[in-house]
Nanobody, 115 residues
Framework: QVQLVESGGGLVQPGGSLGLSCTASAMFFSIYNMGWYRQAPGKERELVAV???????NYADFVKGRFTISRDVAKNTVSLQMNSLKPEDTAVYYC?????????WGQGTQVTVSS
């Protein structure tokens, strides 16, 4: 019922920047917690950043000071601006929205950081 459409993944050199976007087809978009997760091959999916319905944000330690999560309520979009990218940031990045009906996930977008 809830669809998340992601964009912005790609290949970037170490130290570079990349912006990810996720558009949600969800009623009352602004009241839900939304987050970005990532999963590298052979590893568990891990939380990258989350933004609440009250616009508070939290970040994983490994991205603090480098990544910024934000929400555009008018466009039903949550974004992740990634700066100072490192090779270890290489992963599939997933958008998540937490609703009263459960969690919903995007299809994932590949981010590759390599020289």
């Amino acid at each position: 019922q809830v669809q998340l459409v992601e964009s912005g993944g790609g290949l970037v050199q170490p130290g570079g920047s990349l912006g990810l976007s996720c558009t949600a087809s969800a009623m009352f978009f602004s009241i839900y917690n939304m987050g970005w997760y990532r999963q590298a091959p052979g590893k568990e999916r891990e939380l990258v950043a989350v933004i609440s319905g009250l616009e508070s944000t939290n970040y994983a330690d490994f991205v603090k000071g480098r990544f910024t999560i934000s929400r555009d309520v008018a466009k039903n979009t949550v974004s992740l601006q990634m700066n100072s990218l490192k090779p270890e940031d290489t992963a599939v990045y997933y958008c998540n929205i937490r609703t009263q009906f459960g969690d919903y996930w995007g299809q994932g977008t590949q981010v590759t950081v390599s020289s």
